[in-house]
């Protein structure tokens, strides 16, 4: 009797090597949650797209999050978006490579004014708003990473982005609970995980064992619904890291820069970025021969 094949799919590959439980939530998503977040965004009018990351992690940002925006941004713009990049201080500049994607750099205030925040959905009026590995504010108002330190100090509140924003297309990219899309599923978070979640909602929730793999996963699933090449390969996103590491990045985990992301080493994401690729070039085959 011949085994039965299983299908590899976008969300399985970003899912692979799954050590922080994330699991526990895939039945409470939907089965194609990447290729459902990609349908409504394709859905919205071309226009600007607001990109929210940038963790803080021992002084720095860490190596998660930027990458995946870097290259979610590059995609947008082969789709006629205008992705505009937001973060605080400690990653501005890691958007300034060739090409550059244009970013907004907010401050870490005490107590911000939501006229600041209000004053630019009104500028820029976005389509759609995403965030890829930010942490989201807990019931308590306050930022928590992984080991539950309250990281307040540090994180510019740009989830408000999200709590302000009216009938615009939201969606989240996290791997671990506290970032901001996690709030649909904080109560399963806070009784089957050790964090604290965050409770800042979004219309779609993209989870992943790293959220660079979970931005890369909602770019695959652009490419198979386009059939545009937009995925980078393997030795864009070694450049990328390699220049944000010599600006002080730092792997989250380890907390010391470092050329991996989340423990996880190059050759991991060589793992991850083509098993992607290989499902975007055998869907491009098959709507090729039909």
């Known amino acids: 009797m011949m085994k039965e ?4 799919t976008i969300e399985n590959v970003i899912l692979r090597h799954s050590n922080r439980g994330m699991e526990t939530l895939r039945s409470h998503l939907p089965a194609h949650f990447c290729r459902q977040a990609a349908d409504h965004l394709l859905g919205c009018n071309r226009g600007a797209v607001f990109i929210v990351t940038g963790f803080y992690v021992n002084g720095t940002a860490e190596t998660d999050g930027p990458p995946g925006a870097y290259f979610l941004a590059r995609a947008l713009q082969t789709l006629n978006y205008e992705p505009i990049v937001i973060t605080d201080r400690y990653c501005k500049d890691y958007f300034k490579r060739v090409p550059p994607i244009e970013t907004i750099e907010l401050p870490i ?22 965030a890829v590995e930010r942490c989201g504010r807990a019931t308590d108002g306050r930022y928590y990473n992984m080991r539950g ?3 307040t100090p540090f994180t510019a509140p740009l989830d408000r982005f ?4 009216d009938e615009v297309v939201t969606i989240g990219v996290g791997d671990g609970g506290n970032e901001i899309g996690m709030g649909k599923f904080a109560r399963v978070i806070e009784s089957n995980l050790c964090i604290i979640p965050s409770v800042v909602e979004t219309d779609f929730t993209i989870i992943a064992t790293t959220s660079n793999w979970g931005a890369y996963g909602l770019i695959a699933s652009l490419e198979t619904i386009t059939d545009i090449s937009l995925l980078p390969d393997i030795e864009m996103v070694c450049n990328f890291l390699q220049s944000i590491v010599a600006m002080g990045a730092v792997d989250g985990v380890k907390e010391i820069p470092s050329l991996s992301v989340d423990g996880f080493d190059i050759h991991r994401e060589r793992e991850i970025v083509n ?11 098959h709507k090729g021969i039909q």
Do not use: E, G, M, W
């Open 162 to 165: 999200f709590l302000l924003a």
């Open 5 to 8: 094949k299983r299908i590899t």
């Open 109 to 130: 205030a005490k107590k911000p004014a939501d006229d600041q925040y209000d004053h630019l959905l009104n500028q820029y009026r976005p389509v759609c708003l995403i």
């Open 149 to 151: 330190n309250d990281i």
């Open 275 to 285: 098993s992607l690729k290989s499902i975007c070039i055998a869907n491009s085959r």
